[in-house]
């Protein structure tokens, strides 16, 4: 009787400290951690944990935000976690030991999946890993757990001023929906299937059905468009200031063209093909052939060789159009003189090739180029600039519909572009996804369709709007087109992940057509491909900086206060700064810290006491051979000391709280 008594003495401890400082946190065994969602924030607490005063606030959290669907909480066992090898399935930095009888509060952050790759889907899953929380966040927990989860919440679990200030940006953001005629209206307004001459010369179609595949210079009968009302972007003349800039544009992630706005730049005077022949003519660039005007197309897979090609199963069925390939130009590479050259004989004659340098670095190919060309004044300092490229052609290239991740701002220096855009509320109609990859081979001045690639493009439709087949893409019937032509001077402020499909016509004179962009980090991102993945905002990677002094609007309303702030430092308050004094703020009721001093002694005196004659009794029943009770009492025994060390452990917890409130402890067991 009187060792049952001993037993059940530490279990009454041990739950009514487990009561106390996990409230109502459902535990959580490893096995089935690992087959919860990777689209969520967890934030884990071990038991018995080392801190019981951040485990207490865990446990209020855990109750304010019941009705958060992005975070869930918790506990794992110490045991259960070391025994199944926690360390294998969560990353943790440091793993955790033996070296102690408690453990850490945790996030583990939501995983973000990698869409970049298909291989990966059939991968299994990545390590989870897992963010300790520093022993004095204390008041700053929230904002800890903000920054790890990516949320913007209250210790009530409601938004908080960046939160709503962020939701009210995404009410805002802009789109053409119900503006302007879709795809099929136009399709049908026409009465044609062919919208590339609408498209890029203002006409309708009206020929025979053999007319409908021409290029641009056909003498198919044609009429002219004058009952079409297709959507322009936004024209100004004059350039907005920092202010502007960002509440009209960058935060609505809204097109704009700056008319005349880049005229003054020295490449306007300098850029000649005599410049570029004597400055440049002797570098190595990488140039794009194609035997069409069309860059980057979509085509059936059919067209090509595809014998000496295999694509796993589970690569294959991942993929939504199988039968389509996105076609890459062959790339050469060439003296920058040859590139030159062969634009002028491509201009003067009717060769079926055509050459491009595209996506090229300035800063890499063209030292000292870059200092003809500037930052728009009311971005420099304030947007971090990713790349800078220069686009030459003989003019006659169409670039096919896709996006970039990058906020771009699209110089015109020679001839003219006009970009048919898709707001990203309507990748879902573009049919956003992976498509297999071919690239032309070009052979003794001969195009070739026999190199299918392993690799898939990501950013890219196979919605072809010039073209568009409606049975098989039966959503881009309501895609809503928006035209943005630029002429030289002009530059054009185009949004991340804006799907624009770009003809580039030539300049009057040189008969080339030369741009520059300017690609910063993005305000507004988005995973893909994804059809219907929404905007993220993303407070520790925003690159945004408001210059020395600035202020443009109340800081209590403006995410730009936000944005501005560097993050918090890892919590570096003193312990025992507590503004609640020496009051130990995770009971219910406030309990002087003396008082509880005194009560973590003597559970401990009697804690160790039980532990010793427990012990004890065991060793005086082996000694005295009782076999058949020493059975019984050996899995007691085992389980009593479990339960011992995390008892242990919530008194070490309790000791330390009272250090950190500056109270002498005196205990010395």
Same mark, same amino acid.
Do not use: Q
């Given at each position: 009787m009187s060792i049952m008594i001993w037993l059940i003495v530490p279990f009454c401890i041990s739950c009514s400290f487990s009561g106390i400082v996990f409230g109502h946190i459902p535990t959580l065994s490893l096995r089935d951690f690992s087959v919860l969602s990777h689209r969520i924030c967890y934030v884990i607490i071990f038991d018995p944990p080392c801190d019981i005063s951040l485990s207490k606030l865990v446990a209020n959290l855990s109750q304010a935000w019941k009705h958060v669907q992005s975070i869930q909480f918790y506990r794992f066992t110490l045991d259960d976690f070391m025994q199944n090898g926690g360390n294998g399935i969560i990353d943790i930095d440091p793993p955790l030991r033996f070296v102690k009888n408690c453990g850490p509060a945790i996030v583990i952050p939501k995983m973000v999946k990698d869409r970049t790759c298909l291989m990966h889907s059939i991968h299994k899953d990545e390590k989870r890993s897992a963010t300790i929380v520093p022993k004095n966040a204390g008041e700053n927990f929230v904002e800890f757990i903000n920054n790890i989860c990516g949320t913007f919440l209250t210790e009530n679990g409601d938004l908080n001023a960046t939160g709503k200030r962020i939701e009210a940006l995404k009410k805002n953001l802009h789109n053409v929906e119900n503006k302007t005629v879709t795809l099929h209206q136009l399709n049908r307004r =026409? $009465?044609?299937?062919? *919208? %590339?001459?609408f498209f890029y010369?203002?006409?309708c179609r009206t020929g025979e059905e053999n007319c409908y595949k021409d290029n641009l210079s056909s003498e198919c009968a044609t009429q002219e468009n004058t009952f079409v009302p297709l959507e322009r972007c936004e024209e100004t003349d004059k350039l907005p200031n920092k202010q502007q800039f960002i509440s009209e544009y960058l935060f609505r992630s809204k097109p704009v063209i700056f008319r005349k706005a880049v005229h003054h730049w020295h490449a306007f005077r300098k850029w000649t093909w005599d410049f570029f022949m004597q400055s440049y003519?002797?570098?190595?660039?990488h140039v794009k052939l194609s035997p069409t005007v069309e860059? !980057?197309?979509v085509e059936s897979k059919t067209l090509w060789n595809s014998a000496n090609l295999t694509i796993p199963a589970a690569i294959q069925q991942a993929l939504d159009n199988a039968d389509l390939v996105t076609v890459r130009p062959a790339g050469v590479e060439m003296k920058f003189k040859d590139f030159l050259n062969l634009m002028n004989e491509t201009t003067n004659t009717? &060769? %079926? *090739?055509? $050459?491009? /340098?595209?996506?090229? #670095?300035?800063? #890499?190919?063209? $030292?000292? /180029? !870059? &200092?003809?060309?500037? !930052?728009m004044p009311f971005v420099k300092n304030m947007l971090n600039l990713n790349h800078l490229n220069i686009w030459m052609s003989d003019g006659n290239t169409l670039g096919k519909l896709h996006f970039d991740e990058y906020d771009n701002f699209l110089c015109q220096i020679r001839g003219k572009k006009q970009l048919i855009l898709f707001d990203p509320h309507q990748s879902y109609r573009l049919y956003e996804g992976h498509i297999l990859e071919a690239m032309f081979t070009y052979r003794n001045g001969t195009f070739h369709r026999d190199k299918l690639l392993k690799s898939t493009s990501m950013t890219m439709s196979p919605v072809d709007i010039t073209l568009p087949d409606f049975e098989k893409f039966p959503l881009a019937k @309501? $895609?809503?087109? *928006? @035209? =943005?032509t630029i002429s030289e001077g002009d530059v054009l402020f185009l949004p991340s992940?804006?799907?624009h499909e770009v003809q580039s016509y030539p300049s009057e004179v040189e008969h080339q057509n030369i741009a520059v962009n300017f690609w910063y980090e993005p305000f507004w991102k988005k995973e893909f491909p994804c059809r219907f993945c929404m905007w993220i905002y993303e407070k520790p990677k925003l690159k945004i900086k408001l210059p020395p002094g600035a202020s443009f609007v109340d800081e209590e309303q403006s995410v730009l206060h936000s944005v501005s702030l560097s993050l918090p430092k890892r919590f570096l308050g003193k312990p025992g700064s507590s503004r609640r004094g020496h009051t130990i703020f995770y009971s219910e009721r406030s309990i002087s810290a003396f008082m509880m001093n005194k009560l973590i002694v003597a559970l401990k005196i009697a804690v160790w006491c039980v532990f010793v004659i427990n012990n004890l009794m065991v060793v005086w029943m082996l000694s005295n051979d009782c076999n058949e009770k020493f059975a019984d009492l050996s899995n007691f025994t085992k389980i009593f000391n479990v339960e011992m060390r995390k008892t242990d452990a919530y008194l070490n917890a309790l000791t330390?709280? /009272? !250090? &950190? /409130? &500056?109270?002498s402890s005196e205990i010395c067991i």
């Open positions: =026409c $009465a044609s299937p062919d *919208l %590339k001459y010369s203002g006409i003519g002797d570098v190595n660039v860059f !980057e197309g009717t &060769n %079926k *090739l055509f $050459a491009y /340098l595209e996506y090229t #670095s300035m800063r #890499s190919y063209f $030292a000292g /180029l !870059e &200092n003809d060309v500037n !930052e @309501n $895609a809503v087109p *928006l @035209n =943005c992940f804006w799907w330390r709280i /009272l !250090e &950190n /409130l &500056n109270v």
